[in-house]
């Protein structure tokens, strides 16, 4: 079953513009990740944030979590070409509290 | 350094043959370890998962079968291929519950049933 769900599900943006995504989920929560994924590559973490935080910074990454509304957020500052990819969020799901992906949002920065 | 390793890389396989992918990981000892399918353009399906040796959980019934031989070996095969086996093959391991913390990748193997 799907938990996370990404918004929107492409972005088109110019090199040095902000990229927000955003991620939307349907249970409580102990905590939600944030994956990037190159083409034809495999997924790597990005950030973790805590159900009990509401942001958490890492370079020109930035993440809100608002467990009111079920939802967490994304932005990218100062976006680059190497930023390129498909970005995902993960939340705990499913019948053994594995983590759950959703279908991710893919970004396109244009240099 | 904790790598993950999967081979092949790329597959071709004609419908109704077998499949063995091959998963390993470095430098770390008694990791959970997961298969995930993605399909084109979709997000991950969790397919199996492994807290130890010999120990396999599935997420949904398919035509795939996974198998922990070694701490650090994870397996996944099918006996007969079917086209919508096709997809990309990503291994993962995680230190603890997955519920908790981080999971890291390997590389994936790309697999084309025609």
């Known amino acids: 079953s799907q938990q996370g769900e990404e918004d929107p599900q492409a972005l088109s943006i110019q090199e040095g513009e902000n990229a927000t995504m955003n991620c939307s989920y349907k249970t409580s929560i102990n905590n939600l990740q944030w994956y990037r994924q190159n083409s034809g590559r495999g997924l790597v973490h990005l950030i973790l944030i805590r159900s009990n935080e509401r942001e958490k910074h890492s370079g020109r990454l930035r993440v809100t979590l608002d467990t009111s509304k079920k939802s967490s957020s994304l932005l990218i500052t100062a976006s680059r070409a190497a930023d390129t990819a498909s970005y995902f969020c993960?939340?705990?799901?499913?019948?053994?509290?594995?983590?759950?992906f959703g279908k991710g949002t893919k970004l396109s920065v244009k240099p | 350094s904790q790598t993950i390793h999967q081979w092949p890389a790329t597959l071709v396989q004609p419908v109704g043959s077998p499949l063995s992918l091959e998963c390993t990981v470095e430098g770390t000892s008694n990791p959970n370890l997961y298969w995930y399918r993605q399909a084109a353009g979709r997000g991950l399906q969790l397919l199996f998962y492994?807290?130890?040796?010999?120990?396999i959980s599935s997420e949904v019934p398919q035509n795939l079968s996974a198998s922990r031989p070694q701490d650090r070996q994870f397996i996944l095969s099918s006996k007969k291929l079917l086209l919508s086996d096709s997809g990309f093959y990503l291994c993962?391991?995680?230190?603890?519950?997955?519920?908790?913390?981080?999971?890291?990748f390997g590389p994936g193997t790309r697999l084309t049933v025609l």
């Open positions: 993962a391991r995680s230190v603890g519950l997955a519920a908790i913390n981080e999971q890291f």
């Open positions: 492994s807290v130890g040796i010999g120990q």
């Open positions: 993960a939340t705990v799901g499913g019948s053994q509290g594995n983590l759950i």
